[in-house]
């Protein structure tokens, strides 16, 4: 049985995902800040109390995670908040570097012990971190995390290959959660469903590319 755990959970992707992979058969260890009756009646193993955006959460998952060793982690969890040149707020751009960059370097580092060899990690990120392909501007704080997030990725797929884990980072699409104000073209069922055929066709080979989770491999 594969063992997976996955941050931000609760709602949104992270659910969809937890869904889809559950009824594949995989054990599943869902964290998140707060549960929500969907995760609740999923019948999963949840920890709760959990924020990767805040200093000390590598150490609280690694305690809560232990007893257990993964072959998939699917760092989800991410914030999205929409800053313009005109009207800055620096606060908001510190807080989604802490959650949607530093947030899943947290989740990997305290992890470390119990990943196995020839395990998988799936970093959710964004086409909005893409340098090459930004031609829109604005949402500074998001835009700099995820790129920050895709280099981490990269670094994570070399240091990781000894122990034959592969890395991925995944682009889910404009999809329809509340954290996109349920704008988008994408449901969050059909979103996991091509996440999970990337992470099933990650190998060693393809580690510490950037997926749309169609299968187009997207410009850094």
Same mark, same amino acid.
């Given at each position: 049985?594969?063992?997976?755990?996955?941050?931000?959970?609760?709602?949104?992707?992270?659910?969809?995902?937890?869904?889809?992979?559950?009824?594949?058969?995989?054990?599943?260890?869902?964290?998140?800040?707060?549960?929500?009756?969907?995760?609740?009646?999923?019948?999963?193993?949840?920890?709760?109390?959990?924020?990767?955006?805040?200093?000390?959460?590598?150490?609280?998952?690694?305690?809560?995670?232990?007893?257990?060793?993964?072959? #998939?982690?699917?760092?989800?969890?991410?914030?999205?908040?929409?800053?313009?040149?005109?009207?800055?707020?620096?606060?908001?751009?510190?807080?989604?570097?802490?959650?949607?960059?530093?947030?899943?370097?947290?989740?990997?580092?305290?992890?470390?012990?119990?990943?196995?060899?020839?395990?998988?990690?799936?970093?959710?990120?964004?086409?909005?971190?893409?340098?090459?392909?930004?031609?829109?501007?604005?949402?500074?704080?998001?835009?700099?995390?995820?790129?920050?997030?895709?280099?981490?990725?990269?670094?994570?797929?070399?240091?990781?290959?000894?122990?034959?884990?592969?890395?991925?980072?995944?682009?889910?699409?404009?999809?329809?959660?509340?954290?996109?104000?349920?704008?988008?073209?994408?449901?969050?069922?059909?979103?996991?469903?091509?996440?999970?055929?990337?992470?099933?066709?990650?190998?060693?080979?393809?580690?510490?590319?950037? #997926?749309?989770?169609?299968?187009?491999?997207?410009? #850094?």
């Amino acid at each position: 049985m594969t063992t997976t755990l996955i941050t931000g959970a609760n709602r949104g992707i992270g659910l969809a995902l937890a869904e889809h992979l559950k009824a594949r058969g995989h054990s599943i260890t869902a964290a998140c800040r707060r549960s929500s009756p969907a995760l609740d009646a999923l019948g999963v193993r949840v920890l709760s109390g959990v924020d990767i955006g805040q200093n000390g959460a590598e150490r609280q998952l690694a305690e809560l995670a232990a007893g257990q060793t993964y072959d #998939w982690v699917i760092a989800n969890a991410g914030i999205l908040q929409h800053e313009r040149l005109e009207s800055l707020d620096f606060d908001s751009v510190k807080t989604q570097l802490e959650v949607n960059a530093l947030g899943p370097l947290r989740t990997v580092f305290a992890l470390l012990p119990y990943l196995r060899e020839g395990g998988k990690i799936a970093l959710i990120t964004s086409r909005m971190g893409s340098i090459a392909d930004n031609t829109s501007g604005s949402y500074y704080g998001y835009r700099m995390s995820k790129a920050a997030l895709n280099a981490a990725g990269v670094s994570l797929a070399l240091d990781l290959k000894p122990r034959r884990i592969a890395v991925a980072l995944l682009h889910p699409g404009y999809v329809r959660t509340d954290m996109t104000a349920n704008h988008g073209s994408v449901a969050p069922h059909d979103a996991a469903a091509q996440l999970i055929e990337r992470i099933e066709a990650l190998n060693l080979e393809n580690s510490g590319t950037l #997926w749309h989770a169609n299968g187009e491999i997207l410009p #850094w």
